[in-house]
């Protein structure tokens, strides 16, 4: 005969602990996950494409997106609770992941020489056109909050007030961040 | 000038976000997949750490709790367990009840100061010229025998006994 345990909670949490161990040893994810396992066979493609474009080099865009979605996955779970827009939180999530990464890079710039990574890659120049090749290296030019503004404006589409809920500042801090970004790339673009 | 430094900003972005495809991407697992090892890890080093604690606890109090014990036993073992030691080992501070209870048997100890004091002759020949034969072996089972009372009683029929001799 077989008694009670006399620690249900504790046997409770060992057999989560085996399950967890199985599922992991299996390597197929918990029942119930499709929700984000769908958002990101969806929608990494772009978010790595939005990164790349605030980040310049494609490892550390891979990078910040995959931590993006594992945080959202910790913190919402598989099935992406209280996650009323996921797009919009990727979104921003990315923004602001690139945004810490790009600072993370400049502290590094400070103390020690930038690796060579860290630029798009030469057949990357190669393939851009004579126009695009000016026109990024004028946009590498710009401050951190500035080429974000135009990238959610110009590449994400996205409008002022879109652009305001990502970033969390107001419609008329966008408007004139773009405004002054605009101003600085004719300037860059008028020198040449 | 405007529309055109946008339109020249639009397609820069899209040719460089053009360049990125699917098999440029290097292989990752879905999140799920990669969430979940970590967590594991981390729970095993919890329960591996909460275990290691646990036997540490138990170490710790079975030590004080045998280093308390022993502590009161051990002057109460060499009394009733150790007879040989009992007398070497304390004949200074029990002088006097240790020559008396010596020659009785261990068992007999209890009931050795209500006998001896108030007959200590008659037992004294009773206990010891008979009590080491048959009568040693009858006495530890039979308490009451040794008892204050009983004890007396067959001292004072031992002379009726001589008679009969």
């Known amino acids: 005969m077989i008694s009670a345990p006399p620690f249900p909670a504790l046997f409770a949490w060992l057999r989560g602990l085996s399950a967890d161990v199985r599922a992991a040893g299996r390597g197929a994810p918990p029942a119930g996950a499709p929700a984000i396992n769908e958002l990101y066979h969806s929608r990494r493609l772009s978010l790595v494409r939005l990164a790349v474009l605030l980040v310049d080099d494609l490892p550390t865009a891979e990078d910040v997106v995959q931590d993006v979605f594992t945080a959202l996955y910790r913190r919402h779970g598989p099935d992406l609770r209280g996650v009323t827009d996921p797009n919009a939180y990727l979104v921003t999530a990315v923004t602001n992941a690139a945004r810490s990464a790009l600072r993370r890079r400049r502290t590094a710039r400070a103390y020690v020489a930038p690796p060579p990574e860290t630029n798009p890659a030469a057949e990357d120049e190669a393939m851009l056109g004579e126009n695009d090749r000016e026109m990024m290296r004028a946009l590498r030019g710009l401050t951190v909050r500035q080429r974000q503004v135009l990238v959610l404006r110009y590449w994400s589409e996205l409008s002022e007030g879109e652009i305001a809920d990502t970033l969390r500042v107001s419609r008329g801090t966008v408007k004139s961040t773009a405004h002054r970004a605009l101003s600085i790339l004719r300037e860059r673009l008028g020198e040449r | ?165």
């Open chain 2, 1 to 165: 000038m405007t529309d055109e430094v946008e339109s020249r900003l639009r397609d820069a972005l899209a040719a460089r976000a053009g360049q990125i495809t699917a098999e440029r991407l290097r292989f990752e697992p879905p999140p799920t997949a990669a969430a979940v090892s970590v967590p594991v890890r981390r729970r095993w080093w919890a329960a591996i750490a909460i275990g290691t604690a646990a036997a540490g606890a138990a170490l710790i109090f079975t030590v004080l709790t045998g280093s308390a014990e022993p502590a009161p036993v051990l002057p109460a073992d060499p009394g009733p367990g150790t007879s040989a030691p009992a007398p070497a080992a304390s004949p200074v501070p029990t002088g006097p009840p240790s020559v008396e209870a010596s020659p009785a048997s261990a068992a007999a100890t209890s009931s050795e100061p209500v006998a001896s004091t108030p007959t200590a002759p008659g037992i004294r020949s009773k206990t010891s010229a008979p009590g080491t034969g048959p009568k040693a072996s009858a006495a530890p089972g039979s308490e009451p025998e040794t008892s204050a009372p009983a004890a007396t009683k067959p001292v004072t029929a031992a002379p009726g006994v001589t008679p009969a001799r």
